[in-house]
């Protein structure tokens, strides 16, 4: 065994602490922490005033995708034709019937825009068809232009790296230009619309209490676009001091670097032979989570036969034996990292180079510690319904990013039909479902121009072969989702659900400590077609309803049935109570319903307090809701933030004026749910507050070898 120097800055010329670990190589470090105060809070999807926002699990706000994704159970979610169910509904526009693809009530933004449209293989989205976004309650179009045009780099903002068509992103058509909508913003199609088309909008829900501007053509996205044109080059500005530990690494050996104090780590970088790095794993730690166990390949998307990668937001171009990643791993107390041999006994050593860069600064209470996991899951026909999972968090979390290689014994790409589905919070259905594997990654037609590589997603390489194989990545800083409790992402087996596949995924989130002594609850619910439970929470209204029992099931697989009262009436109020014991500020309102009249859309008046003059008020929409024939149980939640006042803060009472823009004129109710934050003891040992006395620390720097037993 060697070692070679360590070059780490002395520690009393830069301030760094050097740690000595109980592992077999290591070196540590700490910087002082900044003085300087943090700028006012940007949007949720804000992250290029500073790269450590990708990692705040906000609370202000719910990440949903409206998709073409077929409600009739069509095979590849195509679409056209006479009876289009892309569409939500057709409206008048001022120059004859538009289809209406995209309707949301604000505060919110539309962070992604992806679309593909032709018959084996992609097309140019063409001319004939023009795309409409009517902002607020605008009755003209704020941004009229040929759909084709919003993709094609002919019409700023939407050019790149903000927007990619066909060929740049191999089959799909990609815009990355933030549209925020203070009210309102629906998008809609006119003209030539029979073409089969498949989209993706991605999309926050914000809480009514949050400020939002509606979208500015002018507005100022320089340096939004500078980032994302980096190509793998350093996102972050200059600063940041570097620590650096080298050593050949027999098998079961490890060399490890340690921070302590508040920070951020910017840069983790390896070196080592191309053709080892499949021998080598990575263990990460921060603060007093576990620590997270991965393959270097994995963590810097490599296929196990890639000697080369190009780069993206969050790595550098991996084309020789240096390995970057520039995640930002925020901690409070410490960050450790490790490099470890998995090499067979009797194999060579393997040189090895791990180094990191960090700033000291403060990080504010929602940022979440990075984590990272590798699933692979194979799928079976016998197993229909299931998803192959991508990953699963068990805390407030925001999804940030996934490299995935799939295969199957095929020589064509039949995997890649497959769609994601996200839950959040305990849904029943899933708030985003997609249209298939390829659309999810940027491109479509199972990439049928070939890899590709932006910023923010790339297909890396596809065999054809038995067995057929595809490396892709996707990085989501502004549109990844976020739980407040919970999240599980899987992937649809096939174009339905039963193909014979293997999946290996490797997916990066942000999990946040501030909740820690809460707990995410349904406190209280009640079902809306049961006259002693309405009259339990004091449910009235003027108008006349009807009562009928429901059985059903949500969207998803596997499929969920369920059979409910469902209570029907015309457009005017209804109000009811819940309670919100033990609850805080965040309350959410989850409204369970019969979908299948398009446009249940609504008013609501959420009020905290026992008395009508008492307490605090939030106002929201229900926005324009999607009809769903075949699965009808849908659900939609609500996001307020309401101060308890000083006397009955355990009454919440709601007053939902329903605004149906369906021909029968109808809206329903079948359960009303309210969840909040409880608070708890649970962790009240303070293990997960960042207890970190069991790392032991001493000044200087060492570099100990040992065998492994």
Sequence with gaps: ??????????????????????????????????????????LPWEYWHDLLEVARVDERTRLSLRSSFCHDGCRFDRHGGDADSRFIAVVDGPDGPEGVLFDQTGPGALTRI?????????????????????????????????????FDGSRPPFIPPLALDRLGASGGNISLVPMPYAERLRVTLLGETSQPLWFQFHHHRLRPDVEVESWDPAADLDALSALLASGGDDPWPPGGSWSEIASEL??????????????????????????????????????????DRVRLLDYFGLAAQAVSRPGSLFWAPADDDELTAWLPMPHRSAARVVVRSRAG???????????????????????????????????????????????AADRPSRWVGVYAELSAELSQHFYLEGDERVRVDGESSPSSYGTGTEDFYGGGFYFDQGPYSSALSGMLEQR?????????????????????????????????????????????????????????????HFEAGDPGQRAAHGW?????????????????EPPVEETVAVLERGPGPSSFHLQARGCGDLLRLRRLFDAADAGQAAEVTVR?????????????ALSFSVANTQRRWS????????????????????????????????????????????????????????????????????ASTQQRP
């Design 250 to 291: 027999d098998p079961g050996d490890e060399i490890e670097l340690r921070a302590e104090g508040e920070g951020v780590v910017t840069a983790l970088r390896v070196i080592a032979p191309a053709q080892r790095r499949g021998d080598l794993e990575l263990d990460l730690q921060f603060d007093a989570r576990g620590a």
């Design 464 to 524: 054809g072969a038995p067995p057929a194989s595809t490396s892709m990545y996707r990085w989501m800083p502004a549109d990844g989702a976020i739980a407040r409790d919970r999240l599980r992402a899987g992937l649809e087996p096939g174009a339905e659900g039963d193909l014979a596949m293997q999946a290996r995924h490797t997916a990066w989130w942000y999990e946040s400590s501030a909740r820690d002594t809460d707990e995410w609850t349904r406190v209280d």
């Design 540 to 556: 009235t209204s003027p108008l006349d309803f009807a009562e009928r029992q429901l059985t059903a099931r949500y969207e998803g």
């Design 635 to 702: 659900e939609i939640d609500l996001d307020v933030a309401l101060p308890a006042p000083a006397a009955g803060g355990e009454i919440v009472q709601v007053t939902v004026d329903a605004q149906p823009e369906n021909t029968a004129g109808r809206f329903s109710e079948a359960r009303w749910e309210l969840w909040c934050y409880a608070s708890t003891l649970l962790f009240g040992d303070g293990f997960e507050a960042g207890d970190v006395s069991s790392w032991s620390a001493t000044a200087g720097v060492t």
């Design 345 to 391: 006994r009797g194999e060579d050593p393997i040189p090895v180079t791990l180094a990191l860069r960090r700033t000291a600064r403060p990080v504010p209470e929602e940022m979440g510690l990075l984590r990272v996991a590798t699933t692979a899951d194979t799928s079976a026909p016998e197993l229909d319904g299931n998803d192959l999972e991508i990953f």
């Design 114 to 150: 992806w679309m593909t449209s032709g018959f084996g293989t992609s097309v140019a989205l063409g001319t004939a068809a023009r795309i409409r976004f009517y902002f607020d309650d605008a009755n003209q179009p704020q941004l009229d232009l040929p759909l084709e045009q919003l």
């Design 1 to 42: 065994m060697s070692s070679r120097p360590i070059s780490v800055p002395s520690a009393a010329s830069s301030g760094l602490w050097l740690l000595r670990s109980r592992t077999i190589r290591s070196a540590a470090l700490l910087v002082a922490c900044s003085s300087a105060g943090l700028a006012a809070q940007p």
């Design 608 to 620: 905290r307090g026992a008395g009508d003059d008492d307490g605090a008020v939030a106002r929201t």
